[in-house]
């Protein structure tokens, strides 16, 4: 279990437990954090789980796949560096504590 | 129950807490709607992703609490009673009230079908054998995936989405697969022949072994479970486990007993209104009217953007989808991602490399755009719904041409 902290566009924050395996993104829409729409469910689809993730957390995530790597290239809200799908940040225990901002529109 | 009350309470009542239903019930919230909401399900679930039910689950990448897609909990949070495990006897449009099977009644204000799709049944004997499954529900696919477990030979029996999810996902448990297509393609209602023809290649490459022109007959079987598939040939085709996938039907007999105009799916306009001013449609159960024809889809997309006209128009606001159709498939390491509807096509021009597996197939009509399929280029598919919602005007020769930025005609 890891806990993260959703910090919606408007400041707004919230506080999820989501297991180990589970990705950022399940633990995000099952709890109804305001933010992330995930329409795909979680296939590298859609990019409409476009979040930033705190760049403490950046390096202890794998890398981007090259689907993702494009799929954020067509996020609705602008692209940044610390930019990741969370439907592909899979949570370890190493995430503990991760905090990820979500962007003012996802589509 | 909590916010379902008594007859005429004026709440919103969503028969179905699929995506659609889901959907329509935030977005009543998200439009401001203050007053009570019901969403009721007959299945025993909290609102899941049914796509990663033949993809993630099948291949055993995700377990079932992670595709739910909004927790009990979340949706007290926000004021929406949900009732699972509890279906829908009868709704009386005169009493703007909803009879449930377990002798409930909700009186309402608005109402939303969202009742989904099932599987098409085989229409052939033998398939009620144990052994035969249909994949449409969580339920279906724990089935499914349990029984992979065991199962040495597969048969699909439907070369669809469906199917072919089924079969990359019964490789990577290593079993035998054969494919038993009806058509002379794979995908044939659903892709032009050049992606037919690259998944059928794909599919054989995997080992599956496919059948085209493959009329099914007969399932077999002994002892009550199945022992393979009949062939019109005459060939049987050994298998362990059948999985059908045969397209779906709409749940349409609720709206059609209560008088709504039902035409393979429940009539809506674009934004998501029935015959009937106090009742909405969304999703897999509706057909679409537009122009002089109807248009059914089923998709999430057409679920979530459905929803949210279905919402805007119980509230009596207009919010028309109109965007291009969206739609994607995994299957092994490819990633299928379609946009617009390339029926009737007159030229296609592909872009990138097919024996490279990543290319776009852009398919014209009259000289017009009229739908992507993107093979392991998803830039491609995240422009061309821009190309196509946007009506921008596009070459083939440009399309074909990679040295030409087509981003830079969206501009």
């Known amino acids: ?107 | 129950m909590g916010a379902a009350g008594a007859p005429d309470d004026g709440g919103m009542v969503i028969i179905g807490a699929g995506q659609a239903g889901l959907q329509v019930a935030e977005s009543l919230r998200a439009e401001g709607y203050g007053g009570p909401v019901t969403l009721i399900g007959d299945e025993p679930h909290a609102p899941y992703h049914r796509p990663p039910l033949s993809k993630a689950m099948l291949c055993g990448d995700a377990d079932e609490a992670q595709l739910t897609i909004r927790g009990p909990e979340a949706l007290e949070r926000k004021g929406i009673a949900l009732v699972t495990g509890v279906a829908v006897a009868s709704v009386d449009r005169a009493a703007r009230c909803v009879r449930l099977v377990d002798g409930r009644t909700l009186g309402y204000r608005g109402l939303a079908f969202a009742t989904g799709s099932r599987a098409r049944p085989l229409p052939v004997p033998g398939a009620e054998l144990e052994g035969v499954l249909a994949l449409r529900s969580l339920d279906d696919a724990r089935r499914i995936a349990a029984a992979l477990e065991a199962a040495g030979r597969v048969v699909v029996i439907g070369g669809g989405f469906i199917g072919l999810e089924v079969a990359a996902a019964a490789r990577k448990h290593g079993r035998a697969v054969t494919v038993l297509e009806a058509a002379d393609r794979l995908l044939a209602r659903v892709a032009a022949p050049p992606v037919s023809e690259f998944f059928a290649t794909l599919h054989a490459a995997h080992g599956v072994t496919l059948e085209l022109d493959a009329a099914v007959t007969a399932v077999e079987g002994a002892g009550g479970r199945v022992s393979g598939v009949r062939t019109a040939d005459g060939r049987m085709h050994p298998a362990d486990l059948v999985v059908v996938g045969v397209g779906i039907i709409p749940n349409t007999e609720l709206a059609q007993a209560c008088g709504l105009e039902c035409d393979r799916g429940i009539v809506v306009d674009a934004c998501a209104r029935t015959s009937d001013p106090l009742v909405v449609a969304a999703g897999d159960c509706t057909a679409r009217r537009v122009g002089d024809g109807l248009l059914r889809l089923e998709s999430v997309q057409n679920a979530v953007e459905q929803g949210k006209s279905a919402a805007a128009a119980l509230l009596g606001k207009e919010r028309p989808f109109t965007a291009a159709p969206w739609f994607w498939s995994d299957q092994y390491d490819v990633k299928l991602q379609m946009v617009g509807l390339s029926a009737g096509h007159d030229r296609v021009a592909v872009r990138g490399s097919v024996a490279g597996q990543r290319f776009s197939v852009f398919y014209f009509r009259g000289g017009d755009l009229v739908a992507i399929d993107s093979v392991n280029r998803a830039p491609d598919h995240m422009l061309g719904r821009k190309l196509l919602d946007k009506a921008v005007a596009v070459t083939p020769e440009q399309a074909a041409d990679e040295g030409f930025a087509l981003a830079t005609l969206v501009r």
């Open chain 1, 1 to 107: 279990m890891a806990k993260v902290t959703f910090i919606e566009h408007g400041g707004a924050e919230q506080v999820v437990d989501i297991p180990e395996g589970w990705t950022v993104m399940q633990g995000a829409v099952r709890n109804g954090v305001e933010g992330i729409e995930a329409e795909c469910g979680g296939s590298c689809a859609c990019a409409t789980c476009h979040c930033y993730v705190e760049e403490e957390f950046l390096d202890r995530l794998a890398p981007p796949s090259q689907t993702e790597e494009e799929m954020l290239d067509s996020t609705a809200s602008e692209r940044r560096p610390n930019s990741r799908l969370s439907c592909q940040i899979k949570v370890t225990s190493a995430l503990d504590g991760l905090v990820v901002r979500l962007p003012e529109a996802q589509s």
